[in-house]
């Protein structure tokens, strides 16, 4: 008995002696609100919401110095809606994030495991920093989604440039698609995914070029905002109180077989003025123009910030989109009503989605709070 105490002592002061050499932060941010719709195909709607201004969130994560300026990193984040305590995707513990990884300032940082695709990287140039209004809105959601089997690589920084690629395998003896590649339910399984962005930064210019590819279980561009490839190219200007953010955005999909669109423009333009410390008001709009009888939409949009303290800010949005005739996009990242990819074919589906009926307009607003720790 005494030897195995002594065993058990020993283990644990080399134990401790290892997490010493490392350190784990918890941190989040709850984000809680009102929102208002009208120009839903039921009519109006008050709702209380969580995610509005930005996804309510917690996460772990950490770092080891295993020497010579290279540490072990990993990061855990999963996504929940604080009006119903439910995760953000039922059945998922990490839906966001779940990394392990290097990093060397020199050579740059590598990870692997689920992640926000490289699409995201567009929320650094969206004057709305992808609210539930924003630059996700027009596209039905294509520039915002998380991907998993991913291996991403972020360089350091030369002379203003850095590099960001990733690649997100199919796990599956199709190289590009999944097992299950040749049936109907391949068009709603995802298959590989890859991406690449470049960015540079000098003064109060940042430039970022991007483009990513998400194929179906087929191993092909099956849908416009689901499937297809994305080309961006975006900037923003900062000129002391004043930030002015502006991009263009190419979505292909070169295999649609239902007649649906294959290609859409997409561009914004944003002015954020910070008028005191705590208060600032963001105003802009966003336009898309879908091919093969898509239509085309604009989005108008207004957000005011107060900051409360460094960790906590209220908030209030207002937007409208205008629907041309063939077109219903909605204030929200809503998918086609008309999509096989996301499910959305049945009459009670379609009833009970947030698109507008076509050619409608659909306005709307949210205000709340958001707290970070």
């Not at 839906?95 to 392990?100: D, E, K, L, P």
């Not at 239902?258 to 914004?268: I, K, L, N, Q, Y």
Request: charged residues 15%.
């Amino acid at each position: 008995m005494h030897k195995r105490w002594v065993a058990a002592s020993i283990l644990s002061v080399a134990t401790c002696g290892a997490y010493a050499q490392s350190s784990v932060v918890l941190y989040g941010r709850i984000d809680g609100g009102i929102e208002y719709v009208n120009g839903l195909k039921n009519g109006s709607r008050w709702k209380a919401e969580s995610g509005d201004w930005g996804t309510s969130l917690w996460g772990l994560k950490g770092t080891e110095d295993i020497g010579g300026g290279t540490s072990v990193i990993f990061k855990l984040e999963e996504g929940f809606q604080i009006m119903t305590g439910q995760m953000g995707a039922p059945g998922d513990l990490f839906n966001r994030y779940a990394q392990v990884g290097l990093s060397n300032p020199a050579y740059g940082t590598f990870q692997l495991g689920r992640a926000l695709f490289i699409s995201n990287g567009v929320w650094d140039f969206d004057p709305f920093v992808q609210e539930a209004f924003s630059s996700a809105s027009l596209v039905r959601g294509r520039n915002w989604p998380q991907i998993s089997n991913t291996a991403t690589y972020q360089s350091p920084n030369f002379y203003g440039f850095d590099f960001q690629g990733q690649w997100a395998f199919s796990n599956s003896s199709n190289f590009n698609g999944a097992n299950n590649a040749g049936t109907p339910a391949a068009l709603s399984t995802t298959g590989r995914g890859a991406g690449a962005q470049l960015t540079f930064t000098k003064g109060p210019v940042e430039i970022r070029a991007l483009y990513d590819e998400i194929r179906d279980g087929n191993g092909q561009f099956s849908n416009l905002f689901a499937f297809s490839r994305e080309y961006t190219a975006a900037t923003n200007l900062t000129f002391g109180r004043l930030k002015i953010q502006a991009a263009y955005e190419h979505l292909n999909a070169n295999a649609v077989t239902d007649g649906g669109p294959t290609s859409a423009d997409h561009e914004w333009l944003g002015v954020t003025y910070q008028f005191t410390q705590a208060a600032a008001l963001t105003v802009g709009g966003f336009h898309i123009n879908v091919n093969k009888g898509g239509g085309n939409a604009t989005l108008y949009e207004m957000t005011g910030t107060y900051n409360l303290s460094k960790r906590t800010f209220l908030f209030l949005t207002a937007a409208t989109v205008q629907n041309s005739s063939t077109a219903n996009f909605s204030l929200f990242a809503e998918p086609p009503d008309n999509s096989v990819a996301f499910n959305t074919t049945s009459p009670q589906s379609i009833q009970n989605s947030q698109n507008p009926y076509p050619g409608h307009s659909q306005s709307g607003g949210f205000a709340g709070i958001l707290h970070s720790f």
